[in-house]
């Protein structure tokens, strides 16, 4: 499966957050896709996922049945600050997805099997969302989209306010979800995108360059990628 964005652009009044974008992807990878604060990685996904409407492009999937254009069906999400349903308990809250999605889900399993994947404690799988911390509000959100098998998986900044050993697991997760789906996950932290990353994108002016990892052991390349992080957002 290939995904590819042909000359996709975005402006904010005067400014253009996204520049004639054309890039393709390929599944079974997890991208990194690296950019500074307000770079336009955030906008990029919502281009993506039709949360936003861009001023020119399109987003074509070709899969083992042919070429089609996107479909939102495509596409999983997961937000940087988790989104949930607070007045539901987990329980209340998968049993309500899988059965809005019955006919989409393939070898529906028992809920219990999903929390036990996760490694979501039994005491916590009947208490409301809202008294989940943020890594397990976040572990609900990859939990969702591993139940969904989305094709493409848009990841804003999952994994930077989570503490050491949940954002482990999370690495460890998106690592055995990566199967034959496309995965691009934004960061602003290297290391994160060169220790969990097959590929690495670096979002910059508005334009994807793909960064070659064997590149990164020329100095002068590695500053170019740090400079780029470091530009201010008025850049």
Do not use: W
């Amino acid at each position: 499966m290939r995904f590819f964005i042909e000359n996709l652009s975005k402006k904010y009044d005067d400014k253009q957050v996204l520049r004639d974008i054309t890039f393709t992807f390929d599944s079974g990878k997890i991208y990194g896709l690296l950019g500074r604060n307000g770079a336009g990685k955030t906008t990029l996904f919502n281009c993506i996922n039709g949360d936003i409407s861009s001023d020119s492009g399109k987003f074509t999937l070709l899969t083992d049945t042919g070429s089609r254009e996107l479909m939102s069906e495509d596409i999983g999400y997961v937000l940087s600050t988790p989104t949930v349903p607070e007045f539901l308990t987990g329980r209340e809250f998968l049993k309500f997805f899988t059965e809005i999605h019955a006919d989409k889900i393939q070898d529906l399993k028992p809920l219990d099997v999903y929390f036990d994947y996760m490694g979501i404690d039994r005491i916590d799988r009947d208490k409301l969302l809202k008294d989940y911390s943020h890594g397990m509000k976040n572990k609900m959100q990859m939990l969702i989209n591993f139940i969904a098998q989305p094709n493409i998986l848009l990841l804003d900044e999952p994994l930077t306010s989570l503490d050491v050993v949940v954002a482990e697991e999370m690495k460890q997760l998106l690592r055995s979800l990566k199967g034959n789906k496309i995965t691009i996950l934004s960061t602003h932290i290297m290391d994160l995108a060169l220790d969990l990353c097959d590929e690495i994108v670096l979002l910059n002016h508005g334009v994807l360059e793909p960064v070659y990892k064997s590149d990164l052991d020329n100095n002068e390349f590695k500053d170019k990628i740090i400079a780029a992080l470091r530009e201010d957002n008025n850049a």
